[in-house]
């Protein structure tokens, strides 16, 4: 009787491998919890039953959603030291992205918040930051760089001891067909920069454990995440916190909501998003 190709070794060792691997999935802490209705930890107020993702993405590590359109995302830093940088794309049509200029200009706000809408070049809302309860978020900076990186700490490679942010980004956008040059630069949240009267980027850091921030798809949404220490963080070491991400239905924007109707620039952006959406059947 023969066992095959393999032989008896080669299953000996295949078993030991499945062995290993469902051993290492079963105790990891930095898996999607799948369904996601058995997240341990819940946002409060939102019903287990409407969790379409719940994760914690580990201190140098990333995570991608493909996101509908009316999806609320609650990012959580919990334990003060996670530095979320984020790029959304227009699933439908990927060119779309994010905008950080534009993001600035329109809402006449450099500093993300409540009530921010995070725009796409083609003058349409992404997604609006509908809840905060950090205020230390950055929109100058971009996410760490290689090149940064590897002065600062020795390596930026995705898989080594300090990952940049841009290297986990690249990785996160390749698996939904994205390139480097399809990364413009990202939003931060957790980690603030504020601009000095003689224009020098002042950090702030940290607002502390616990703090979150809740981002609503106004369109359907490819959301890359990076949780890298920011570029202009002074300590020397690789200082990085775990991420809790979760996402639930809700509804997009509607012209009739306060943030849609701040300012005559928002209310055309909206208008835009909404008239696309229709038009587009999303």
């Not at 341990?40 to 993702?53: C, E, N, Q």
């Not at 997604?127 to 950055?138: E, F, K, L, M």
């Not at 920011?230 to 809700?250: C, E, I, K, T």
């Amino acid at each position: 009787m023969t066992t095959g190709r393999l032989g008896a070794e080669g299953l000996a060792n295949v078993g030991q491998a499945r062995a290993d691997a469902r051993g290492r999935a079963s105790v990891s802490d930095w898996m999607p919890y799948l369904p996601a209705n058995t997240t341990p930890y819940p946002p409060d107020g939102v019903d287990p039953d409407t969790l379409t993702w719940a994760e914690t993405v580990a201190p140098g590590g990333y995570t991608h959603l493909r996101v509908a359109r009316g999806t609320r995302l609650r990012l959580e830093d919990v334990d003060g030291e996670a530095c979320a940088s984020v790029l959304v794309h227009n699933a439908a049509q990927p060119g779309e992205r994010l905008n950080v200029a534009d993001t600035q200009k329109i809402p006449w706000q450099a500093y993300l918040g409540a009530g921010h809408p995070l725009l796409s070049g083609d003058g349409r809302v992404l997604a609006t930051i509908v809840a905060d309860t950090s205020g230390r978020h950055d929109a100058f900076c971009g996410a760490s760089s290689d090149a940064w990186n590897e002065a600062k700490y020795g390596d930026a490679t995705a898989e080594g001891p300090s990952p940049s942010g841009h290297a986990l980004l690249r990785l996160a956008a390749a698996r939904h067909g994205l390139e480097s040059r399809d990364l413009p630069p990202a939003v931060s949240f957790f980690k603030g920069v504020r601009v000095a009267a003689d224009g020098a980027l002042e950090w702030t850091g940290s607002a502390g454990p616990g703090r979150s921030v809740d981002l609503l798809a106004e369109l359907p949404l490819v959301v890359l995440i990076a949780n890298a220490p920011h570029p202009r963080d002074p300590r020397p070491d690789y200082v990085a916190g775990p991420l809790r991400v979760h996402a639930w239905r809700s509804r997009p924007t509607g012209l009739d909501d306060d943030v849609a109707a701040a300012t005559p620039e928002r209310e055309r952006a909206y208008r835009n998003t909404i008239a696309y959406a229709g038009l587009a059947g999303l």
